[in-house]
């Protein structure tokens, strides 16, 4: 098997490909033009996203190119691939906005040379398409009974499929058909949601242009709970820092669950596997540490990390700067009269609502310093503060708030 491939099968990214022997023999012969497309629906990736993006590092460490396709287009009508409702209808100004925002992002983890990794919208080819002609040509090609047999469109006949949402497949392998015509792009990977429209676009090729291209596509990453990986306390693990905070981004991944750390280290760390194996036999916290440390630096920078992991230590007690804790700050005055730990929970953002306060307090969730508030009606006062004038909150083993007090 050609070389990048087997790294790619290694590191647990494959799932399906539609010809493998013969990509394997075609990446042997030279480098090979790839894309993967992202959808800027929301103005924030979240990692969800990013493991396509992941293995298109590993594919152009090999030479490789990759086109990174920004579907300011096809996102004006949504893809209802893995949904069970349409999608809400996105003005076209915002879809611009979000693809602006999405490839900033991006650039942050690619480096865009216009050469060897580049990126287009396929709004570009798709905004004053002539429906007429596009039927005649395109739609000509494709099978109703045949697209009615993927998965994504079964599941979507069971809640209703409009008609619009009938014709994402084609304008996606539409996509694959412009960018081999314009920039000889060979094969598109993504999720295993997207098998069939990545199938569809390599039918297409064939059948308009009598060419072989691929398609390969990798697992949807569940944790080893059976849930959907990157779903945080909070909603998705997005990219952007005013969303999901650095530390926060780091914390979810510092409290993976031990039987996830090995395969989220291979997907989501360029790390070597026999560093990796190490890690993990060595020791699993350490490990755990090593992955929120790699991803977050990945994702956010080495400054960003080094802060996250400095306020990750200082809250479990293990060293580190309490400066790089989420702070807030609360006027002396408030303690003087006292405020109760409900209302102290709720103002630190560490519950959403009273009524979230008093079930985590009454489950022995809520720490004041290293003490455990049981009592709902408990007040805080001067005498819980140390000798800084600080207070430091926890909710449950994963959420900390530091409380400065002026």
Same mark, same amino acid.
């Given at each position: ?89 996105? /003005? &076209?100004?915002? +879809?611009?906005? =979000?693809?602006?925002?999405? $490839? ?6 690619? *480096?865009?040379? @216009? ?57 996606? /392998? &539409?996509?694959? +058909?412009?960018? =081999?015509?314009?920039?000889? $792009? ?6 295993? *949601?997207?098998? @069939? ?210």
């Amino acid at each position: 098997m050609n070389e990048a491939l087997k790294v790619l099968q290694e590191r647990g990214f494959f799932q399906q490909c539609t010809n493998l022997e013969g990509l394997s023999e075609r990446m042997d012969k030279g480098p090979i033009s790839f894309y993967v497309g992202i959808d800027p629906t929301g103005p924030s990736l979240h990692i969800g996203h990013m493991l396509p993006v992941f293995a298109a590092r590993h594919l152009c460490a090999f030479g490789h190119k990759a086109c990174i396709l920004a579907g300011g287009g096809t996102a004006r009508i949504g893809d209802p691939s893995g949904k069970t409702e349409m999608r809400k209808m996105l /003005s &076209y100004e915002t +879809l611009d906005k =979000n693809v602006e925002s999405i $490839i900033a992002q991006l650039g942050r983890f690619l *480096d865009f040379d @216009g050469k060897t990794i580049f990126h287009a919208n396929n709004k570009d080819w798709l905004a004053n398409l002539n429906y007429i002609d596009f039927l005649r040509e395109i739609g000509s090609q494709f099978s109703v009974n045949r697209m009615l047999s993927f998965e994504s469109y079964k599941r979507r006949m069971e809640t209703g499929l409009s008609f619009i949402e009938f014709n994402y497949q084609l304008l996606q /392998s &539409y996509d694959f +058909l412009m960018l =081999n015509e314009k920039h000889n $792009i060979e094969m598109q990977i993504g999720g295993d *949601d997207q098998w @069939g429209n990545i199938v569809a676009g390599v039918d297409l090729i064939r059948r308009l242009r009598s060419k072989e291209v691929f398609g390969l596509t990798f697992a949807l990453v569940t944790r080893a709970d059976g849930q959907k990986m990157g779903k945080s306390e909070k909603g998705a693990l997005f990219l952007d820092p005013e969303l999901v905070s650095p530390y926060e981004f780091f914390q979810y991944w510092r409290n993976t669950m031990d039987a996830d750390v090995r395969k989220f280290m291979l997907l989501f760390t360029f790390l070597p596997i026999e560093e990796i194996d190490s890690y993990i036999a060595e020791n699993i916290n350490k490990a755990k540490e090593k992955l929120a440390y790699e991803v977050t630096r990945l994702i956010h920078g080495k400054e960003a990390a080094d802060s996250a992991l400095e306020g990750a230590r200082a809250a479990f007690g293990a060293g580190g700067d309490k400066s790089s804790m989420p702070t807030i700050e609360m006027p002396y005055t408030v303690f003087e009269k006292g405020i109760d730990i409900v209302a102290l929970f709720v103002e630190a953002q560490l519950a959403s609502s009273k009524s979230e306060a008093r079930r985590l307090i009454e489950q022995g969730g809520a720490f004041v310093g290293e003490a455990t508030i049981k009592d709902i009606k408990a007040m805080i006062n001067t005498e819980n503060l140390n000798s800084e004038k600080e207070l430091i909150l926890r909710a449950g083993k994963k959420r900390f708030v530091r409380i400065i007090v002026r």
